[in-house]
């Protein structure tokens, strides 16, 4: 029997906030399958509920099997499924989620399809980044070299802090473990951190291909956005792991980087920085919650849908 369109989508109003969700589960050698309004995790070790409603991306490792219901239950919810590689390493695919309005989307593309505008976004990137230094009439090549130094002074930092030896960034995409225990746990870190971007960006209805510093790429805008937390959040926690030893790195640095984006708040100030980032105040959206949709005129105009309009003078 079909059971096409017996249940309305929940509205905007009925989701859990990003800011209010967990920033992500990683599973791995498991079934992923429903039950009720949760999702399950089926191993040889037992069956686990998952809340779906709460989870602000699931990271599906290798081994890992999905029903059809499991992917429905998670879609309902706005959460973000991405497939992941060994040890959540590669990025391979990612679920759509939930993208009711379109007003942070047309800021986005309104701020990109200039190229001044973009590069005063690119400027305002790194101004959060690197607070202490002003960007304002920097060139690109300029604030590319900005970044670069700082990144080295974090890593030197980190290296003292923790007391791990750190010699140089180095990554091997083809052998994980192939580099030292702080270069794995960066690596790590750095994916984990573009789930997470990539959730916040597709709840948010954003583009995540039009980026203001990394261009040409699908995930360009998501590696803008986790780039705005790799020195504060991301590189801490892959040291922090590393200073506990060489064994099972990826997954310490997982759960360090798990605490810290729990202590910092992290997801809402990532939508906090976006709004910022891209100036929208998100005077278009209802008070309500509730689906909008509408008709635009050349004049920008934009009046209720779902109706014949005919000869009116609202144009």
């Known amino acids: 029997m079909s059971t096409v369109s017996r249940r309305g ?20 050698r498991c079934t992923v399958h429903r039950e009720d309004n949760a999702i399950t995790a089926t191993d040889a ?24 219901q499991a992917m429905l239950v998670l879609g309902e919810c706005g959460a973000a499924v991405v497939w992941v590689g060994e040890h959540g390493v590669r990025f391979y695919a990612g679920g759509r989620a939930l993208n009711r309005s379109s007003g942070l989307a047309e800021a986005q593309a309104m701020a990109w399809a200039n190229r001044r505008s973009r590069l005063n976004v690119a400027r305002a990137m790194y101004s959060l980044r690197f607070p202490d230094e002003d960007p304002a009439g920097k060139t690109r090549q300029e604030l590319l070299g900005m970044e670069g130094s700082r990144l080295k002074d974090c890593y030197r930092r980190e290296s003292a802090r ?19 225990a702080p270069n794995q746990g960066i690596t790590a870190a750095g994916q984990c951190m573009y789930g997470i971007a990539h959730a916040v960006i597709s709840a948010l209805g954003c583009s995540p291909a039009l980026g203001f510093v ?8 998501v590696m803008d956005v986790a780039d705005l937390y790799k ?6 926690a892959a040291f922090d792991a590393a200073a506990e030893g060489e064994e099972d790195i990826a997954s310490r640095t997982r759960r360090a980087l798990r605490d810290r984006i729990n202590e910092t708040g992290l997801l809402d100030r990532c939508v906090r920085d976006i709004k910022h980032l891209l100036s929208y105040d998100g005077t278009r959206e209802t008070a309500e919650g509730q689906d909008r949709m509408t008709l635009q005129s050349d004049s920008d105009t934009h009046v209720p849908s779902g109706r014949n309009y005919g000869d009116e003078s609202i144009w």
Do not use: Q
């Not at 409603?53 to 890992?64: Q, S």
């Not at 990394?214 to 805008?221: K, V």
């Not at 020195?231 to 801490?236: E, F, L, W, Y």
């Open 9 to 28: 989508a929940l509205s905007p109003r009925e989701l859990t906030r990003v800011g209010d969700r967990v920033s992500f589960v990683y599973l791995e």
């Open 45 to 68: 070790d037992g069956v686990r509920h998952i809340p779906s409603a709460t989870i602000g991306t699931l990271l599906l490792g290798p081994g890992t099997r999905v029903t059809h």
């Open 162 to 180: 923790t007391g791990v030896p750190w010699k140089r960034r180095e990554y091997n995409r083809d052998d994980f473990s192939a580099g030292d």
């Open 214 to 221: 990394h261009s040409g790429n699908e995930r360009s805008f």
């Open 231 to 236: 020195t504060d959040v991301a590189i801490p």
